[in-house]
Antibody, heavy 119, light 111 residues
Framework: QVQLQESGPGLVRPSETLSLTCEVSGHSIRSSYYWGWIRQSPGKGLEWIASIYHSGAMYHNPSLRSRVTISQDTSKDQFSLRLSSVTAADTAVYYC????????????WGRGILVTVSS | QSALTQPATVSGSPGQSITISCTGTSSDIGGYDFVSWYQQLPGEAPKLILSGVVNRPSGISHRFSGSKSGNTASLTISGLQAEDEADYFCSSFTRGSTDVVFGGGTKLAVL
């Protein structure tokens, strides 16, 4: 069974960089899937942030592209997200998930991590 | 503002059937059969319940079904149960500026 677990600080200061890591177990990220990040602001809908493939191919939400870095460590079955110059609007629950590009669906999700941007 | 439009709330009584709509454009829902639906129970992560418009992952009840007509996709839940009370989100592949877009979500109340 595929399991994903997000980790990182729950509080980030405004203008600083948010950094999160997703550890994948029960499955190799070198398989034929994308691995992505999605966020959900309090009481709001879902917003896809970025996804990465083991080949290094990646794609980003254009509205966040200038601030987003997605990377991976295939030796550890981990992938990471960095979001720079954060503001209160970036306060959200951040989820990592496996993305099946055959259907463009996210079929396994982590439990999510709440990141609050505040001084 | 979300790229796909869903009703904010839908309600039904146990045993009834309800339908949740998800409206997009010819650049997303209308152009591809890559519509997915997610169920989010309170305090939990979203869970995939339909992909490719009509396909249920293993373990998902047959009470959940999907369809698409033009630029609108629909999720139907039959034989409504109290445990179905949750938020439901649609998503679609898009050839627009992003590759995946989500709907704003629909809160289902089982009265």
């Amino acid at each position: 069974q595929v399991q994903l677990q997000e980790s990182g600080p729950g509080l980030v200061r405004p203008s600083e960089t948010l950094s999160l890591t997703c550890e994948v177990s029960g499955h190799s990220i070198r398989s034929s899937y994308y691995w992505g990040w999605i966020r959900q602001s309090p009481g709001k809908g879902l917003e896809w942030i970025a996804s990465i493939y083991h080949s290094g191919a990646m794609y980003h939400n254009p509205s966040l592209r200038s601030r987003v870095t997605i990377s991976q460590d295939t030796s550890k079955d981990q992938f990471s997200l960095r979001l720079s110059s954060v503001t209160a609007a970036d306060t959200a629950v951040y989820y990592c998930a496996r993305e099946d590009y055959n259907s463009w669906s996210f079929d396994f999700w982590g439990r999510g991590i709440l990141v609050t941007v505040s001084s | 503002q979300s790229a796909l439009t869903q009703p904010a709330t839908v309600s039904g009584s146990p045993g009834q059937s309800i339908t949740i709509s998800c409206t997009g454009t010819s650049s997303d829902i209308g152009g591809y059969d890559f519509v997915s639906w997610y169920q989010q129970l309170p305090g939990e992560a979203p869970k995939l319940i339909l992909s490719g418009v009509v396909n249920r992952p293993s373990g998902i009840s047959h009470r959940f079904s999907g369809s698409k007509s033009g630029n609108t996709a629909s999720l139907t839940i039959s034989g409504l149960q109290a445990e179905d009370e949750a938020d439901y989100f649609c998503s679609s592949f898009t050839r627009g500026s992003t590759d995946v877009v989500f709907g704003g979500g629909t809160k289902l109340a089982v009265l």
